[in-house]
Nanobody
């Protein structure tokens, strides 16, 4: 059974860093896109970063490019989201999601492209 479990959310001060983890089971990341989305209170869910398991190609939203890094762990079934220089507007519930992929290009940051979701982990950026 395909399963995604996020962890690492916390309360952090502006300018701080956090690393989120998405542990995948029931499938191999080698054939999938894995993406991080976030949903702030009262806002729609938005794509943050994606990783193509076939090619390691990454894709970032403009709002996080240069501050966030998505990467695959040595364990191969874990994908991380390293978040640096966090801002109050980064406060949200962060969820990981996946879809089967056949190509090597950038994975989308469109919610409708994905069909399996984790339960989310909460990130709060506040002084």
């Amino acid at each position: 059974q395909l399963q995604l479990v996020e962890s690492g959310g916390d309360l952090v001060q502006p300018g701080g860093s956090l690393r989120l983890s998405c542990a995948a089971s029931g499938f191999t990341l080698d054939e999938r896109c894995l993406a991080w989305f976030r949903q702030a209170p009262g806002k729609e869910r938005e794509g943050v970063a994606s990783f193509n398991g076939r090619s390691a190609t990454t894709n970032y939203a403009d709002s996080v490019r240069g501050r966030f890094t998505i990467s695959r762990g040595n364990a191969k079934n874990i994908v991380y989201l390293q978040m640096n220089n966090l801002k109050p507007e980064d406060t949200a519930v962060y969820s990981c999601t996946t879809i089967r992929v056949w190509g090597s290009g950038r994975c989308p940051l469109l919610q409708s492209s994905y069909d399996h979701w984790g339960q989310g982990t909460e990130v709060t950026v506040s002084a």
